[in-house]
């Protein structure tokens, strides 16, 4: 039979209870985590369909603008 100090079962409960809010931390965290990725899904789709439907429409994509060189000249020059 294997007998413990009290100070050894008391640094072990501390560890444990440590551990056990790291984890209650970490799966709220998942949780907070996997309802945003949810959300963004949510957001994507809309987007998508919103995307199609325009070009359903038949709009034309914007054209791109002429291409200036000096347009991407810093203001100092």
Do not use: C, F, W
Not at 7 to 35: F, G
């Amino acid at each position: 039979m294997t007998t413990t100090s009290p100070s050894h079962d008391t640094a072990t409960e501390r560890r444990l209870t440590e551990l056990e809010i790291k984890v209650s931390y970490a799966d709220d965290l998942l949780d907070t985590l996997n309802q945003l990725v949810a959300r963004q899904q949510e957001q994507i789709e809309l987007l998508l369909r919103e995307v199609s439907r325009l070009r359903q429409r038949g709009e034309p994509a914007a054209a791109p603008a002429a291409h200036n060189p000096r347009d991407e000249l810093p203001p100092h020059y």
